[in-house]
T-cell receptor
Framework: GEDVEQSLFLSVREGDSSVINCTYT??????LYWYKQEPGAGLQLLTY?????DMKQDQRLTVLLNKKDKHLSLRIADTQTGDSAIYFC????????????FGAGTRLAVHP | DAGVIQSPRHEVTEMGQEVTLRCKPI?????LFWYRQTMMRGLELLIY????????DSGMPEDRFSAKMPNASFSTLKIQPSEPRDSAVYFC????????????????FGPGTRLTVL
């Protein structure tokens, strides 16, 4: 079945690293995505990783992919108050067409 | 490009009224998605179109909801009659299979329409 699971809430101190975890079910997914939603706004693509990669780094963001365990994580280094948002993990559905399967989102709260 | 455009941004209506939400996808994108977001149910895919054809409408809650895509640059989501439980933020997103150096089928979201049904 199609299912993407995330923890719902994460609280970190400003300056610390944040790690948001996600598990997915479709082992044939070719792309996995992280989206960010700030209050009152739509979802914006933050980063993505192709399924033949184990890691992708983009400035303060590091994405790790463990295909064997179907586990994806997003690490934000030096977390800032502006990083407070909801983070959605998504997998590209391999069953045809181009649907994305989104997780429920993890609300990241950054406190001083 | 201006991105995905949705209108109106906010809609307040009374129960029983018809509501029409509008979306203009990014030019050149051939897939369009309608989502609903609530605190209780999170982000739900309602329907999506590929080349203006509805592919999967299994997420549409009931017959009160309908969606159309008469051409590649416009789509509507209609609720008739509206009910208080339809109150939510409705998002439209579009995508293209072209990678353009990025991830295939990345969805680009509009700012959403916040619907309140009294």
């Amino acid at each position: 079945g199609e299912d993407v699971e995330q923890s719902l809430f994460l609280s970190v101190r400003e300056g610390d690293s944040s790690v948001i975890n996600c598990t997915y079910t479709d082992s044939s997914s070719t792309y996995l995505y992280w989206y960010k939603q700030e209050p009152g706004a739509g979802l914006q693509l933050l980063t993505y990783i192709f399924s033949n990669m184990d890691m992708k780094q983009d400035q303060r963001l590091t994405v790790l992919l463990n295909k064997k365990d179907k586990h994806l994580s997003l690490r934000i280094a030096d977390t800032q108050t502006g990083d407070s948002a909801i983070y959605f993990c998504a997998e590209r559905f391999s069953g045809g067409y181009n649907k994305l399967i989104f997780g429920a989102g993890t609300r990241l709260a950054v406190h001083p | 490009d201006a991105g995905v455009i949705q209108s109106p941004r906010h809609e307040v209506t009374e129960m029983g009224q018809e509501v029409t939400l509008r979306c203009k996808p990014i030019s050149g994108h051939n897939s369009l998605f309608w989502y609903r977001q609530t605190m209780m149910r999170g982000l739900e895919l309602l329907i999506y179109f590929n080349n203006n054809v509805p592919i999967d409408d299994s997420g549409m809650p009931e017959d009160r909801f309908s969606a159309k895509m008469p051409n590649a640059s416009f789509s509507t989501l209609k609720i008739q009659p509206s009910e208080p439980r339809d109150s939510a933020v409705y998002f439209c997103a579009s995508s293209s299979p072209a990678t353009s150096g990025g991830a295939r089928d990345t969805q680009y979201f509009g700012p959403g329409t916040r619907l309140t049904v009294l």
